[in-house]
């Protein structure tokens, strides 16, 4: 099987900056795209920022000009550095990953990570 685990949340001031990590492990064949993800109480899960295999980055237009997604192919590993935080970015995020799965015949799987907490507060 596959996991992602979610690494770098926490409490920070408005205005903070917080840098997310998540490392997939397992049978894993190759990943195509990956992504960040997040979700309030009381609210839907929505797109934060997305990156496919070769690099290409998009935005949610709320984290446009503050948050900066990355990856390395060769760690299997994304990250989300997120600047001048905002109460309203509080919630749970969460890593995804479309991954090739080698014990499953070489197939792909959307996979999900457990989830960080970000509060953003005074």
């Known amino acids: 099987q596959v996991q992602l685990v979610e690494s770098g949340g926490g409490l920070v001031q408005p205005g903070g900056s917080l840098r997310l990590s998540c490392a997939a492990s397992g049978s894993i064949f190759s990943i195509d795209g990956m992504g960040w993800y997040r979700q309030a109480p009381g609210k839907q899960r929505e797109l934060v920022a997305t990156?496919?295999?070769?690099?290409?980055?998009n935005y949610a237009d709320f984290v446009k000009g503050r948050f900066t997604i990355s990856r390395d192919n060769a760690k299997n590993t994304v990250d989300l550095q997120m600047n001048s935080l905002k109460p309203e970015d509080t919630a749970v995020y969460y890593c995804?990953?479309?991954?090739?799965?080698?014990?499953?015949?070489?197939?792909?799987?959307?996979?999900w990570g457990q989830g960080t907490l970000v509060t953003v507060s005074s």
């Open positions: 995804n990953a479309n991954v090739n799965i080698a014990t499953l015949g070489y197939r792909y799987r959307e996979v």
């Open positions: 990156i496919t295999s070769s690099g290409r980055r």
